[in-house]
């Protein structure tokens, strides 16, 4: 089957929809539930409309756009991901694997192509972490990894409440109905930029996921005392900062410890308390992101980083603790769809490599209720999250032949 894809409507469509941004361009802001991502969801809307597939919304703006296959008792195939943007971004996260999802089903549909499985594009909610301060709120919900209680109650950086931002963009209902049930997908599939820079560096057009890394999320409080810069001697310090230092390298050498590249950890965020050159730090916070695609592999980092937590506050003589604030597990995808996806790449005679995402995605919470695989393609210099974030016609084309593909051998 010749799949043709049409890469300048493709990359007209992209620059389209990072025109619906709070910032000028080439930045990209779009905050889920603001005024721009809801004229973003409504252009996307007329789209595929305009494609014709049906619609349907779920109480937290999750939007599925069904292209309807000849056996309707049939577990559908999917694709997709998110159009919501951190401040100050770029146009292709996650918006690649929306447009190109549709791109997908529109070259499929003019190659002839008649699917048995009905082909779903999935737009996700939230999947930045930006408003809620929780990454993937969409697919977390449609799986059953975040309650409906823990959701109602979160709260966005002005204090509200997602019950009340949800309802006042036009998503009401109860949220209980956003869960799918198991089985409800025969397979999901997402197209991404690398937001890393194995592909290029190699020459290789694709990356096919075999694994999604998961992060654990901590806040650590360090409470010592503070004192006056001049007066306090040394010897009778206890310095929250200092100590802070200490367990930052700790958890530093924690993750190099596993021996593995992929083992991560990193210290994101300080706050330091004062916060005046001549003030002894009294009271510190960080923040922690811990990440691997073995579970055991990564809570042993966990462990060492309370074993080292302890060591810390008994030397400094400063107290310390540490709230998880989420620890998912990792996802391996599932080797039918990897399969799917080795073997589309082949025919659309394109070199591939075998690739861990380190980065987790929609894909991840997508797997705890259907059989998952993702798509790599590259981007320069493997810059993600900033204005220059970029990924070539070329490229952008290949990953969208192979995704209808791939969706086409899944949906037969």
């Known amino acids: 089957m010749k799949i043709d894809v049409q890469i300048d409507r493709v990359m007209g469509e992209l620059a389209d929809l990072a025109a619906f941004s709070a910032v000028p361009a080439p930045a990209v802001t779009r905050i889920v539930f603001s005024e721009q991502d809801l004229r973003a969801r409504a252009w996307l809307r007329r789209l595929c409309t305009d494609a014709g597939l049906s619609v349907r919304e779920d109480a937290v703006g ?3 756009f069904r292209w309807v296959g000849t056996d309707l008792k049939a577990a559908a195939v999917a694709s997709g991901s998110h159009i919501d943007a951190i401040p100050n971004a770029g146009r292709f996260d996650g918006t690649v694997g929306v ?8 070259a499929l549909r003019a190659a002839g192509f008649v699917p048995r499985r009905s ?3 999935i737009l996700f909610t939230s999947e930045e972490p930006t408003r809620f301060g929780v990454g993937c709120l969409g697919s977390r919900l449609l799986s059953g990894a975040l309650s ?3 959701a109602e109650q979160l709260l966005d950086t002005d204090g509200n409440t997602l019950a009340s931002v949800r309802r006042t963009a036009g998503f009401g209902g109860n949220l209980a109905t956003v869960r799918l049930r198991p089985n409800q997908y025969a397979g999901f599939v997402e197209l991404h930029i690398e937001q890393g820079p194995l592909l290029e560096r190699e020459g290789i057009p694709l990356g096919i996921v075999t694994h999604i890394a998961a992060p654990a999320s901590l806040r650590v409080d360090i409470e010592g005392e503070g004192g006056h810069a001049g007066a306090v001697l040394m010897p009778e310090r206890r310095d929250a900062l200092v100590a802070a230092a200490e367990l930052m390298l700790a958890i530093e050498a924690a993750a190099l410890a596993t021996g593995s590249n992929d083992t991560v950890a990193t210290t994101g965020v300080c706050q330091i308390f004062p916060g005046a050159v001549n003030s002894i730090p009294s009271r510190v ?3 922690v992101d ?3 695609i ?6 042993s980092v966990l462990g060492a980083i309370e074993t080292a937590a302890k060591e810390v506050r008994l030397r400094r003589k400063v107290s310390v603790a540490i709230e998880t604030i989420n620890a998912d597990p990792p996802a391996a995808c599932d080797p039918d769809i990897v399969t799917a996806l080795t073997t589309a790449s082949e025919q659309q005679n394109l070199r591939y490599r075998r690739i861990v995402s380190r980065a987790y995605h929609d894909s991840l919470f997508m797997s705890r209720i259907c059989p998952v695989a993702m798509l790599f393609i590259p981007c320069r210099k493997g810059i993600s999250h900033r204005p220059d974030e970029y990924a070539s016609e070329k490229d952008i084309a290949n990953g969208i032949r192979v995704l209808a593909d791939t969706l086409a051998r899944l949906a037969i």
Do not use: H, P, Y
Request: proline share 0%.
């Open 148 to 150: 409906t209680k823990q």
């Open 285 to 287: 916070q960080l923040g």
């Open 119 to 121: 082909i779903e594009l």
């Open 99 to 106: 447009v190109g999802a549709l791109e997908a089903i529109r």
């Open 294 to 299: 073995e579970l055991q592999r990564r809570d």
């Open 290 to 292: 811990v990440r691997d």
């Open 62 to 64: 999750n939007t599925l």
